[in-house]
């Protein structure tokens, strides 16, 4: 079922539209989930395009990491893949039509000339725009080449209503005859989105507000061509948290360095529907499902969406706690294969039942349970709990190890365990029984329940964890 435009009256196709000519970064993954977001609520079609007519800029491994990145967030596109290196003859048929038509036309004039014409008009007070000195040329310029193709801008007013700013009025005339190839088989962006929007009979462009300056020009090129023009949405800026232009790195930052450190694909997809969007209540933990539910472009914001990398780690870390621990222990394989961690499923499930509700990435599940797989080096100064004396710690900890001794395998709980650390407290700070077992166990400023890692641990591992503490102790 398509949901009829009220517009066009046809059913909604939108396009995610990328340049495989750098690394994929975080606002072009926003534009395509909003984009998706808004297909899948209204039963639309979402395609993916490529736009890789740079052929010097454009490079597979960027195409890669496009397709890499929409499929590890589960954003599906409909159909195959449009390529715009495939699509030449289209451009080409399209220029042609327009110069047939005098809509177009080959403009001879050189890069010095022109920065004459600009110089001249900005010395008249008139915008620097081209002068329309080629357009009027009743043949070709004889021993010239032409330099470029440009197309014929009427002056006219422009006016569009955008599904997020509402109405916006452009004066053509203050364009100038726009370039919209080189050659005839050379088109540059302008000319060549139009093409494939029209033919893809694309219903609705949802972009970024850097291209609002692009749509005039593209609004004049559609009705040359007669195609529909579409609707149109551009949605706010990703901003810095202190309301600055994303900083170059981040900005160029690859969008799969988030899956590497350990974000959950549903937590940035989460997340990147808030930059710009929100939903009627308060919530702000959504999965893909209400998501696609809840979506309506109208909930777009104008203003720019600040990027808070807090925020992030936060929404993910609650994504996490949603997990089970044998989902989590899927998720978490990478990383057990590259800290060549070697223990059971089931030991490893029950390392994540006492650390995920401190997770905030993948990531960071060494750090925190590191300890359960081999404790490293640590002073001995460390098992000392505030004050206590080093002879009082290896008395507590000769304790600790003689009451466990006597405990079988099979009653060996944290329940049970946290018993026997109580009551060997006895009138000592319950610090000084508890904390320097704590560090026996973890090697750690800060670890979970000693009890619960103990439980975690067994009988055996235990004394033989305390026996090394008791060592340290020993060479005084």
């Known amino acids: 079922?398509?949901?009829?435009?009220?517009?066009?009256?046809?059913?909604?196709?939108?396009?995610?539209?990328?340049?495989?000519?750098?690394?994929?970064?975080?606002?072009?993954?926003?534009?395509?989930?909003?984009?998706?977001?808004?297909?899948?609520?209204?039963?639309?079609?979402?395609?993916?395009?490529?736009?890789?007519?740079?052929?010097?800029?454009?490079?597979?491994?960027?195409?890669?990491?496009?397709?890499?990145?929409l499929k590890w967030l589960g954003i599906e596109w409909d159909g195959e893949i449009y390529r715009q290196s495939e699509r030449g003859k289209y451009y080409r048929k399209n220029l042609e039509k327009l110069?047939?038509?005098?809509?177009?036309?080959?403009?001879?004039?050189?890069?010095?000339?022109?920065?004459?014409?600009?110089?001249?008009?900005?010395?008249?007070?008139?915008?620097?725009?081209?002068?329309?000195?080629?357009?009027?040329?009743?043949?070709?310029?004889?021993?010239?080449?032409?330099?470029?193709?440009?197309?014929?801008?009427?002056?006219?007013?422009?006016?569009?209503?955008?599904?997020?700013?509402?109405?916006?009025?452009?004066?053509?005339?203050?364009?100038?005859?726009?370039?919209?190839?080189?050659?005839?088989?050379?088109?540059?962006?302008?000319?060549?989105?139009v093409v494939d929007d029209g033919m893809m009979e694309i219903?609705?462009?949802?972009?970024?507000?850097?291209?609002?300056?692009?749509?005039?020009?593209?609004?004049?090129?559609?009705?040359?061509?007669?195609?529909d023009v579409p609707i149109f949405a551009h949605v706010p800026l990703i901003l810095a948290p202190d309301r600055s232009k994303l900083s170059k790195r981040r900005a160029e930052a690859s969008f799969l360095d988030y899956r590497d450190r350990g974000y959950l694909p549903e937590a940035m997809v989460n997340f990147l529907a808030l930059l710009g969007w929100h939903s009627e209540g308060n919530e702000e933990i959504f999965s893909r499902q209400d998501l696609i539910k809840l979506f309506d472009i109208s909930r777009v914001q104008k203003s720019g969406a600040v990027f808070n990398e807090d925020k992030l780690a936060w929404l993910n870390s609650q994504h996490i706690r949603r997990l089970s621990q044998g989902e989590i222990f899927e998720r978490l394989q990478p990383w057990l294969e590259n800290w060549k961690i070697k223990a059971s499923r089931d030991f490893i499930q029950k390392v994540i039942s006492v650390v995920k509700d401190r997770m905030r990435t993948l990531g960071e599940f060494f750090e925190l349970a590191g300890f359960f797989f081999g404790v490293s080096e640590y002073d001995r100064a460390l098992?000392?709990?505030?004050?206590?004396?080093?002879?009082?710690?290896?008395?507590?900890?000769?304790?600790?190890?003689?009451?466990?001794?006597?405990?079988?395998?099979?009653?060996?709980?944290?329940?049970?365990?946290?018993?026997?650390?109580?009551?060997?407290?006895?009138?000592?700070?319950?610090?000084?029984?508890?904390?320097?077992?704590?560090?026996?166990?973890?090697?750690?400023?800060?670890?979970?329940?000693?009890?619960?890692?103990?439980?975690?641990?067994?009988?055996?591992?235990v004394l033989r964890r305390v026996k090394v503490a008791l060592d340290k102790l020993e060479r005084e």
């Not at 466990?404 to 700070?429: E, M, Y």
Request: aromatic share 8%; hydrophobic share 40%.
């Open 99 to 193: 110069l047939e038509e005098g809509r177009a036309y080959y403009c001879y004039c050189t890069k010095e000339e022109l920065e004459a014409q600009k110089e001249s008009m900005t010395a008249e007070g008139l915008p620097p725009k081209y002068s329309g000195h080629c357009r009027n040329l009743k043949k070709a310029l004889i021993g010239r080449e032409p330099e470029v193709i440009r197309f014929a801008v009427p002056e006219v007013e422009i006016e569009f209503k955008d599904l997020i700013r509402g109405t916006v009025k452009f004066d053509a005339g203050l364009l100038g005859d726009i370039v919209i190839a080189k050659d005839l088989d050379t088109p540059l962006y302008n000319f060549a989105v």
């Open 203 to 227: 219903t609705h462009v949802i972009r970024g507000e850097d291209h609002i300056s692009n749509t005039p020009k593209q609004i004049l090129i559609q009705r040359a061509l007669g195609f």
């Open 383 to 461: 098992l000392k709990w505030k004050g206590q004396a080093l002879p009082d710690v290896r008395i507590n900890l000769q304790k600790i190890l003689e009451a466990f001794q006597g405990l079988s395998v099979g009653d060996f709980t944290a329940a049970r365990i946290t018993v026997i650390l109580d009551g060997l407290v006895d009138g000592a700070k319950r610090g000084e029984v508890f904390w320097p077992f704590r560090v026996a166990l973890s090697g750690k400023l800060v670890s979970p329940d000693p009890a619960e890692i103990a439980e975690i641990l067994g009988k055996e591992e």
């Open 1 to 69: 079922r398509g949901v009829t435009n009220p517009g066009l009256k046809k059913p909604i196709r939108v396009r995610f539209a990328p340049s495989p000519t750098g690394k994929l970064h975080i606002g072009s993954v926003r534009s395509a989930l909003f984009n998706w977001l808004f297909a899948r609520h209204n039963a639309g079609k979402f395609f993916l395009r490529i736009e890789d007519t740079d052929k010097e800029r454009s490079k597979k491994e960027y195409e890669d990491e496009i397709i890499e990145g």
